[in-house]
């Protein structure tokens, strides 16, 4: 009844321990100080403390309930094991103080628990969990927002400085490319809505042009809640969420996608300790080839639409959804390495990081996960890049030494006349695709963990 006082905790262990890059910490920060002086202005004070060792959250946030004579403590809840673990015992402490606690599913529109099959079991594939998913929605009445803050009477305690930087986490990211904040999300959500949903899903699928709302960073940190995106695709779509105009439909069903890997992350905790979501995956033998994997992370693969896509990640911290896709194929069935090293790489440069979407992503990819194709998917790299960059604008962006040809040759460009060839300054590819689309296949039977036919597909 006294007030609410906001508290933040720097914990660099939980970072490392979670391969959270640079740059999405530089992020977490530099939206702290716009959170601050948002809550400043509601007479909110933001206590920023900082946990050495993740160990030590629980007796932290005991010693600040203390201080300010807290009541009550509210908190969003988090999915993976490490973070169920840690709100457990920060509660347990709580609650022999005599401070209540009360928990928020706000990553979520619907919480994991209240989406499940008529046996009462999480979903394990995507299109029945959507439209049990809409269903539920549609019983609550829709999705609704909750109503803004009020500004309360002063606070006798200050808010904390927000430190400009974390040691260990030096950003090599030009901070002006990912603004931070809530108003810069709901910035982005506001124009997104304005000017490019309507064409999302003719657009999304192409890396070359902004076709994309670019808000999976300020999702993955809280700074919009997938709430906010639904009720704004809703109302773009004459208040629908899975009928009406493809645009909003297709976007909203890619949050549920989001929502879905929170589910699975939650009901099936194996999948946020490094094992495969189908157990039998777990037997694959993957190929051990450090220069592959070199090459691959520094994207000098010979593969113009991957490499593309690795030197993108690197210089600007996110990667375009349909490269992701390409990207960690590559890795996982051309290459053969195991998708564990690709997940980690990828979370220690992406500015959305996030461990239930990175980990579901590259678990659809390696054949390891959810996805319930009756066949074993095998991207074809040079079909997709020329399907979704058919002029070669986003190859010939980041990978500028292939500049100079013609659209066709800029996707593969091993299909030049040997001289031709020798005077672009571009590696070879790494391995044949038909023969690692074998080896693949044949690892996979072996162990039982493929089924159906293999395919290369675009779809």
Not at 39 to 52: D, E, H, K
Not at 133 to 158: D, F, I, N, Y
Not at 253 to 264: A, D, K, L, N, P
Not at 406 to 417: F, I
Request: charged letters at 25%; glycine letters at 8%; hydrophobic letters at 40%.
């Amino acid at each position: 009844g006294g007030g609410v006082v906001g508290l933040y905790v720097i914990s660099p262990g939980d970072w490392r321990r979670h391969d959270d890059a640079p740059v999405k910490i530089d992020l977490i920060l530099r939206s702290l100080v716009t959170l601050s002086e948002g809550l400043g202005r509601l007479n909110v004070p933001l206590l920023v403390r900082t946990a050495s060792r993740p160990a030590e959250i629980p007796e932290l946030v005991e010693q600040v309930a203390r201080e300010c004579k807290v009541a009550e403590a509210h908190w969003v809840v988090e999915y993976p094991v490490h973070e169920v673990a840690r709100d457990r015992l920060t509660a347990e402490r709580l609650g022999r103080a005599g401070v209540r606690v009360v928990e928020h599913h706000d990553q979520v529109v619907l919480p994991p628990g209240s989406v499940l099959t008529g046996e009462g079991r999480a979903f394990t594939v995507f299109t029945p969990f959507k439209r049990a998913w809409m269903k539920r929605v549609a019983e609550m009445g829709g999705v609704s927002l909750a109503p803004a803050p009020k500004r309360q009477p002063a606070m006798a305690c200050a808010s904390d400085p927000i430190p400009a930087a974390v040691e260990g986490f030096s950003s090599p990211v030009p901070a002006d490319l990912w603004p931070a904040g809530e108003p810069e999300a709901q910035r982005r959500l506001a124009a997104f809505v304005r000017n490019r949903i309507q064409r999302y899903k003719a657009d999304r699928d192409l890396p070359a042009i902004d076709g994309t709302s670019t808000l999976s960073p300020y999702l993955a940190i809280g700074a919009i809640s997938p709430r906010q995106c639904v009720v704004a695709a809703g109302e773009a779509n004459d208040g629908r969420l899975d009928t009406g105009r493809d645009g909003p439909v297709t976007w909203i069903s890619e949050v549920v996608w989001r929502e879905f890997y929170r589910h699975v992350i939650a009901a099936y905790p194996r999948v946020s300790m490094g094992r495969a979501f189908k157990p039998g995956a777990d037997r694959v033998t993957w190929a051990d080839n450090p220069e592959h994997f070199r090459a691959w992370c520094e994207g000098r693969t010979g593969v113009p639409i991957v490499d593309a896509a690795m030197r993108q990640l690197r210089a600007t911290g996110w990667m375009h959804n349909r490269l992701r896709m390409i990207a960690a194929m590559y890795l996982t069935k051309d290459l053969f390495l195991d998708w564990r090293l690709g997940e980690a790489h990828f979370m220690r440069h992406l500015v959305d990081g996030d461990l239930a979407q990175n980990n579901g992503g590259w678990q659809w990819s390696a054949s390891t996960g959810t996805d319930a194709a009756p066949y074993f998917r095998i991207f074809n790299p040079v079909s997709q890049s020329r399907r979704f960059d058919p002029e070669g604008t986003f190859i010939r962006r980041w990978v500028p030494e292939l500049a100079g040809l013609e659209s066709e040759a800029v996707h593969d460009p091993g299909e030049l006349p040997p001289l031709a060839r020798a005077r672009v300054d571009y590696p070879p590819v790494l391995v044949d695709h038909g023969r690692a689309r074998a080896r693949v296949l044949a690892a996979f039977r072996s162990e039982g963990a493929g089924s159906g036919s293999a395919r290369d597909v675009d779809d």
